[in-house]
């Protein structure tokens, strides 16, 4: 049998660990972290490992299914895309372009055939219904980003390594390895951190792994970060500690920003986020003395209903401080391809635009391009004029992953058509009349298209495929340009590669105008993903080639974070606007807020490292140990409700409940319970078996699609009230 080692980078997370297989014939004999790659160096967890189990499991579609009498069937390709040929185009000829909709999940963002052409797909669908797991996690911190700097991706993210100070609000790294925020090796960064004098500072309702690890933890009130960062913003003004340095010429809105946040002294704010006024001044003064310094917020600071303020206010703060694009502090990678924020004029743009659009029954306002995904349910059951009727989805399991998932299913089962493209028969695709699957990510190549533009450090790295697709098996960029093909009338038989060139020939000609011919000759013998990679890293700031990259399997280091302001910048005035007026107005309701009282109990979400969202618990090397979906309650709590270790309970919320099993646990702020999200793999007709041995409680099922922060759509996801009692 031959044996080979390669080397293959994790699809998985936002961490992007190169990591090193034992290949022996067509297995893998073991997986570990690749030492030598530039931006991983060795790290590895447990999902990585789990890549295997992925690979191998047997649940894992490798077949199209069609639902038949209301079962799935395996059948040709040639039969399941005859099926979505038979049944989709009629409904769009019927009822318009925004009778279909698509929902995109996350793993789209970790792929690279199917961020680039799900994209395409959606295009060519022109329909205003798409929706995404964006709105259930970050797109708060993209409107911030957005209007401050001018593009929705870029996002400063802490120079880690030569910081010597770190506030992470609303995160947890050391489980989830970095969100908006490229970073393996989270836990070795920051240790390397304070061994150098430096101090983590961890502001969470959960003492979490990251805050067991940090010099400083604060609990916080769930849904509290947008008046916690007011008081700290208003002490910086009122204590005359803000100094802008370096970026001060680029900076509007300093004085409107001052005036916008009187009314939230910290003593003002204190009890609503449960953090003492004296805390807040305190951590004031520290990040205004600090040299280098850098404030980070994640998931927690963005699903909840003052997601896009709070999201905006780390980035103020860091602003106002001095450490915004200054080493040590939040810093804008620059990233090899793909990045607006290096194509087109440095220094000024188009800025962003929301609102462009409505969503028909709530009203909603278009954001990034897309609807809220709290709508999406009343979009299908509403009748009238572009109500939805069929679905495409795309790597995506929100029956699970969003708010009162029930409803979502019961909308999904009356659907005139589905069709998922998933690797999955579970929650969500057992709706679908057609499921597709795609390739598993061992016989794909891979380059992240997004992480890069977020990385601790500037890289650029690609891998190739590890085993070659069975034959037969159709990659998923392929399955997106069948279904783009039979979306545009031009039939499921269409040659797939011959779509392929006269789209990417279409792409070079608008940005390359005359140089087109040229720059395709370039690239000639690559198609598909790879093609347009080629294109984007030669077009990109560091002019590299596909070639290039794939001669170095450890990655090449573009070097690390380096400042960008004003070039980075694509606002509209050319700087960074401190004082976007649409995110004042909403201090009004921020500020009508304030006197709210905490609730008894609310809950918020927990991650867990051998676990991803809503897909992975079908995999053995992940699933075994201590069963996971547990509901941590304070001692004080459990006390209060009669609650035992290890006891059941019943979760009620938004009108509906779920069963959990309770783990008492002093890692919680009192009035606070943590419900891991992505549970619930007991639904009829799915194909986990795995999972379905051990399902847990879907979290989901109690919170509240109609709660959202209104600015960006995104969902409320921590602090909604509850009430728990004992079975
Ligand atoms: N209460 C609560 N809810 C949450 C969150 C929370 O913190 N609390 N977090 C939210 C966040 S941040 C996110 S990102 C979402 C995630 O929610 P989703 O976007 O729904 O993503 P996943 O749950 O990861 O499900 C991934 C889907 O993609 C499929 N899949 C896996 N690999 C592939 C592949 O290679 N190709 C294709 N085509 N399909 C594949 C899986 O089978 C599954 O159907 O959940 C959100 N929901
Ligand atoms: N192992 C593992 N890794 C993952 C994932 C996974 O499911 N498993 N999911 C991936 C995905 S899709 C994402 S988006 C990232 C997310 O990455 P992170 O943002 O690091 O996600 P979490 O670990 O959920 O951390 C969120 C923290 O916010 C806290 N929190 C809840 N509500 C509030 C609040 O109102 N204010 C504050 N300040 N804190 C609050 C929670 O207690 C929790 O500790 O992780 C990714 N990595
Ligand atoms: S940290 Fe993320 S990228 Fe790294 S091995 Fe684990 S799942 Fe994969
Ligand atoms: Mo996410």
Redesign the pocket.
Known sequence: MTERVVHRICP????SCNLELRVEGDRVAAIRGYEDDVLSAGFI???GVALRDLHEDPDRLRAPLVKRDGVHVEVTWEEAFAEVERRLPPIQAAHGRDAVAMVFG?PTAHKIGLLLYASRLGRALATRNVYS?STL??MPKQLSSGLMFGHWLSVPVPDVVRTDLLVV?????V??????WTVPDFRGKAKAMQARGGRLVV????R?E??QLADRHLF??????AF?LLGIVHALFAERLVRLGRIAPHVAGLAELEAAVAGFAPELVASRCGIAADDIRGLARELAAAERAAVY????????AYGTL?SWLVDVINALTGHLDEPGGAMFPKAPAFAANTAGPPGRGKGIAVGRRRSRVGGAPEVFGELPMGCLAEEIETPGEGQIRALVTVAGNPVLSAPNGPRLAAAFARLDFMVSVDVYLNETTRHADVILPGLSPLEEMHYDVAFPQLAWHNVARVSPAVFAPPAGRPAEWEILLRLLAIATGRGARIDVHALDDELARDDVARVAGPMADAALAAVAGRRGPARLLDLALRAGPYGLTLAQLEAAPAGLDLGPLAPRVPEVLRTPSGKIELAPPQLLEDLARARADLAQPAPDLVI??????????SW?HNLPTLAKGPFRCTALVHPADATRLGLADGGRARIAGSGRTIDVVVEVSDEMMPG?V?V???WGHDQPGTRMAVAAARPGANLNAVLDEAARDPLSGNAV???VPITMQAL
Not at 12 to 15: G, V
Not at 169 to 173: S, Y
Not at 297 to 304: K, P, V
Request: glycine letters at 16%; proline letters at 8%.
């Open positions: 998985l997370c936002e961490a967890c447990p999902k996350n797991a996690d970050q609000i609303g995160a947890n790294p489980v989830s390895n970095g969100s908006m502001v969470d309702p959960r979490t990251t805050a916080i009130r769930p849904g509290g970060d916690f917020g994640r998931i927690g600071t963005c699903t909840q709070a918020v979400g927990r991650r867990q490292l051998r676990s991803n969202n992975m606070v943590s891991p999200h992505g996801l921590g602090g």
